[in-house]
């Protein structure tokens, strides 16, 4: 992965926020600095205020840094050359009201400069990706706002991009949802895409992301691989298939005299997540019509050039 | 260009889905039709017809223009602070993208409203003006005055700068110039007088007028069937309180002093004098000149021309509809440019600030003139002692006003509905100096501020 050049380059980024009167009103990012490479799933983690959204808008362009640099692709967040291959969720999906799912799209599509064919194609794939096919030609006033997370997803990623920013990308979305979208992060990753996720959730960061940021008051506090951050080094857990008690008292026993220490046992819990997606399978599987937006099936054919590998 | 058509068919369609084109469409056919029926105007058809052409449109123009102006403030504004634009300013646009989508979006919408608005006032008239709802003299007015195309022709302009001098120079050898008067003012106030005095003719007196062929030649007989020339004259006795009728010639002479034609007057004074001048009076080339030969004592008194629009020649120069087509290009032009003032103010301010400064600008522009003229000329006399010195403060605003009224001077120099209703030919170069000046050269710089603003401003900032 670092054998590639960065992707994103941020150096001591300060992001100054004044009033009016030029006087300084708060001070959102402080001297952050940065590396976002191909193929990595990076995760901005912080509390609320920490500078994560401001540190991704600068990125975009949508503000000026007061000092530092922002490279993106090697080049300014303004450049056409770099924007052509960003895709953006924002937190909130800031779309057009009156416009369908489809016309959304189409436009989006027309701004990266996409010809009629294939935006057509890629429209009726990301649809279809984001289990919105059935609700095309809805103005998405009307979705839900895990639906409109949905389109907002699939806009984000109308034009393949490179780098992939996303604010928040599960929020507002169920289950299911949430687990398509982190699917479709960990897919687009395995084929070379950079991810940068921004989130509350630290289950989701967990799930996905191999580095992260911890940033607070504007400062990276702390940076890693999620495995260094998440794993224990003093102890070890083995999963056996179930055994009767008369086994179990005989296993333990042995590890005590080997080791030395009293050993644990715990039976290991099913997470509610995996719990609730087996019982919605089996209500698809019973062909229950939904109202609302439907299970997706597959990363978008276009989507999966690249070469895959395991993460 | 795929992206700026897709902001413009975007800016387009958000017009159209907010209602604001249905809204527009529904006022515009209370103006267009019902104007005409509140409106009574003289009473005639022709005033009902001048009354359609010039208030229908002209109040179309009002809600179109207040409805282009509001729409564009709000394009970009609304959208800064409805988040919008973020998600289409990280994708690969420019700021100028932006702004000319937007722009091209706004002017199609006010280009297919003004359409219809001059489709409907073009049926509506024709309509009016079958034979069973005209009578047919007032039918052949309508036609022959307003429903044409005639180029005006003004008499050449006498020359009358050596004889101010000379009687300049007399003046000051006599010592009588006023005090306080500049060369140059005296100058200006003795050509006028000196062109008063020339536009008299006593009784049994002459005046000779010279015209000049547009395009170097005059409308063959043939080319004058369809609409005649006219010569129309405005003038006022010296006796202002005898309106006794008016008795004279009208003689056409070619440039060698060859008599072409006359026509007698027998006219009351100050009321618009026209005569139809048929086409073999008309030289094929060269000047064309005008002479009027005043009656008898008897029959008439002394005649006195106005000096700015005294004679004029009105010629066949096309078709209505043509024309109405060419007023109707000027006054989108307007509109565009009114969008372009509007999505600037809209790329700088928040929606209210950017409409308050777009209507504040456009009032500026508007009254320039008048500020102008008020700061170096003031308003009242001086009959009763010298005119005060203006003050510092006073002299700054005469130049600002004077620069806003030289600034906009061109944007103003097009009156297309005033022509239409006077049914004067809208020229073609007219029309495309219109284009290139109003949907050109002013929205290009305000293309230019507007992306300039546009690109320094931040935003995702917080409010």
């Given at each position: ?7 994103v380059e941020l150096r001591g980024l300060v992001k100054v ?9 708060v001070t959102a990012v402080d001297g952050l600095s940065l590396d976002i490479?191909?193929?990595e799933v990076f995760g901005l983690l912080g509390p609320n205020g920490s500078g994560k959204s401001t540190t991704i808008k600068i990125m ?5 840094p007061s000092a530092g640099?922002v ?96 604010d928040e ?27 940068l996720l921004s989130s509350h959730l630290l289950a989701d960061v967990e799930?996905?992301c191999q580095r992260i940021a911890i940033l607070y008051n504007g400062h990276v506090c702390a940076e890693g691989r999620v495995n260094d951050f998440t794993q ?80 | ?463």
């Amino acid at each position: 992965m670092r054998d590639a050049a960065a992707i994103v380059e941020l150096r001591g980024l300060v992001k100054v926020f004044r009033d009016f009167w030029r006087r300084q009103k708060v001070t959102a990012v402080d001297g952050l600095s940065l590396d976002i490479y191909p193929g990595e799933v990076f995760g901005l983690l912080g509390p609320n205020g920490s500078g994560k959204s401001t540190t991704i808008k600068i990125m975009l362009g949508l503000l000026h840094p007061s000092a530092g640099t922002v490279r993106v692709f090697g080049r300014p967040p303004q450049s056409v050359q770099a924007k052509e291959k960003i895709g953006y969720l924002p937190e909130e999906s800031h779309l057009y009201q009156y416009l369908t799912a489809r016309e959304t799209l189409d436009f989006y599509g027309r701004l990266f400069n996409l010809g009629a064919r294939q935006r057509h194609e890629r429209i009726e794939q990301l649809l279809e990706m984001v289990g919105l096919a059935h609700a095309a030609d809805r103005p998405v006033g009307e979705f839900s706002k895990g639906m409109a997370r949905r389109i907002g997803l699939a806009q984000a990623l109308i034009n393949d991009p490179r780098l992939i920013i996303l604010d928040e990308p599960t929020a507002g979305l169920d289950p299911i949802g949430c687990r398509q979208v982190k699917d479709i992060i960990l897919q687009l990753a395995r084929r070379g895409r950079a991810v940068l996720l921004s989130s509350h959730l630290l289950a989701d960061v967990e799930d996905v992301c191999q580095r992260i940021a911890i940033l607070y008051n504007g400062h990276v506090c702390a940076e890693g691989r999620v495995n260094d951050f998440t794993q224990s080094k003093e102890a070890i857990c083995i999963t056996l298939p179930a055994l009767s008690p008369a086994q179990i008292e005989e296993l333990l026993e042995s590890i005590r005299q080997k080791v030395g220490a009293e050993p644990q046992v715990q039976h290991p819990r099913v997470s509610l997540e995996q719990c609730f997606l087996r019982v919605v399978q089996r209500a698809e599987a019973a062909a229950l019509e939904r109202s609302g937006a439907a299970a997706a099936t597959k990363l978008a054919e276009y989507l999966q050039s690249g070469t895959a590998s395991e993460s | 260009m795929r992206r700026t058509l897709a902001i413009a068919w975007l800016a387009a369609r958000t017009a159209v889905r907010s209602r604001l084109v249905i809204a527009l469409i529904g006022l515009l056919a209370v103006v267009v039709l019902g104007l005409p029926a509140v409106i009574k105007g003289d009473g005639t058809t022709t005033g009902k017809i001048k009354i359609t052409l010039q208030y229908s449109l002209g109040f179309s123009m009002l809600i179109l223009g207040a409805a282009t102006l509001w729409a564009a403030c709000g394009s970009i504004s609304q959208e800064i602070e409805g988040r919008q634009i973020r998600l289409v300013v990280v994708k690969p646009v420019q700021p100028w993208h932006v702004w000319v989508g937007k722009w091209l979006g706004l002017a199609g919408i006010a280009a297919l409203l003004l359409a219809v608005a001059g489709c409907a006032v073009y049926i509506y008239l024709k309509w009016h003006l079958q034979p069973d709802r005209t009578p047919p003299e007032e039918l052949k007015i309508i036609v022959t005055e307003i429903m044409c195309a005639r180029q005006k022709v003004w008499s050449r302009s006498e020359d009358v700068g050596r004889a101010a001098e000379q009687r300049l120079r007399e003046l000051l050898q006599h010592g009588t110039l006023p005090q306080g008067m500049t060369r140059r003012k005296a100058l200006a106030a003795l050509k006028r007088q000196i062109l008063t005095e020339r536009s008299a003719v006593r009784p049994g007196g002459i005046k000779t007028w010279h015209f000049d062929p547009p395009d170097k030649k005059w409308p063959v007989p043939a080319d004058a069937a369809g609409g005649a020339v006219h010569l129309r004259a405005r003038f006022f006795s010296a006796f202002a309180l005898e309106k006794k009728p008016i008795s004279g010639t009208w003689q056409f002479l070619d440039d060698e002093g060859e008599l072409r034609g006359t026509l007698p007057m027998d006219a009351a004074p100050e009321k618009l004098v026209r005569l139809t001048v048929p086409g073999e009076f008309l030289p094929p080339s060269g000047p064309l000149l005008v002479r009027f030969v005043n009656g008898s004592e008897e029959r008439s008194a002394t005649v006195i021309f106005d000096t700015d629009d005294g004679l004029e020649l009105l010629i066949p120069a096309g078709g209505f509809a043509a024309n109405l087509a060419r007023a109707l290009v000027i006054l989108w032009c307007y509109l565009a440019l009114l969008a372009a003032l509007g999505l600037t103010a809209g790329a700088l301010f928040s929606f209210p600030v950017a409409t308050f400064v777009a209507a504040a600008l456009l009032l500026m522009a508007l009254t320039g003139n008048y500020f102008a003229w008020m700061s170096t000329h003031g308003e009242g006399d001086h009959h009763h002692g010298p005119a005060e010195e203006p003050g510092f403060l006073q002299k700054i605003g005469a130049q600002a006003a004077l620069a806003v009224s030289v600034a906009v001077r061109p944007a103003l120099a097009f009156a297309p509905l005033g022509k239409l209703a006077d049914g004067q030919w809208i020229a073609w170069r007219a029309t495309a100096q219109a284009l290139g000046i109003l949907a050109g050269v002013y929205p290009g710089m305000l293309l230019v501020v507007g992306v300039l603003g546009l690109s320094r401003r931040e935003l995702a900032a917080p409010p």
